[in-house]
């Protein structure tokens, strides 16, 4: 009863939200999904590394098919060289057992994801600037707000 009601609460605030926070929200589940892998795999549960590992992946494919390259400019075609990036190296992570990558990639993943929150954030005062990320310096505000369509 209970996990039903959670269910419901987490489909209500996936399909109510506004694009930045389900950009946000997806990065949240992708570093969830991937420490759970590293640390599943630490611990010798293979099938639970396997199921998160593929979670992660999932997300990431989904964050990248979703960009918008006419509206997101500059900054959504390196978006998109990132999730290649972090997709390649997961794999080949996987393959290898290297731990370390997938530190390298979770901390890419809370970079993006910390940018995310920043771009989400209300203005704290007037006039005040919301820091752009880094991979988006020189794209406009509705640029970065619409690289990410839904």
Known sequence: MYQSVVNSYQQTQFFTT????LVRMCYEGAIASLKLARDSYLT???EVKGKALQ???DIIYELNTALDL????????NLRSLY??????????????????????ITMLEE??????????????????VPRPEICKGA???AVARSWSI
Do not use: H
Not at 18 to 21: D, V
Not at 112 to 129: N, R
């Open 44 to 46: 010798g549960r293979f």
């Open 18 to 21: 506004n694009p930045l926070n």
């Open 84 to 105: 290649a990036y972090m997709t390649q190296a997961l794999t080949e992570a996987d393959v290898k057992r290297d731990i370390e990558a997938m530190d390298r990639i």
């Open 140 to 142: 406009g505000p509705v």
């Open 112 to 129: 993006l994801e910390s940018a995310w929150k920043a771009a989400a954030a209300p203005a704290g005062g007037a006039g005040e600037k």
């Open 70 to 77: 006419g509206k997101g400019g500059e900054c959504a075609v």
């Open 55 to 57: 979670r992660c992946m």
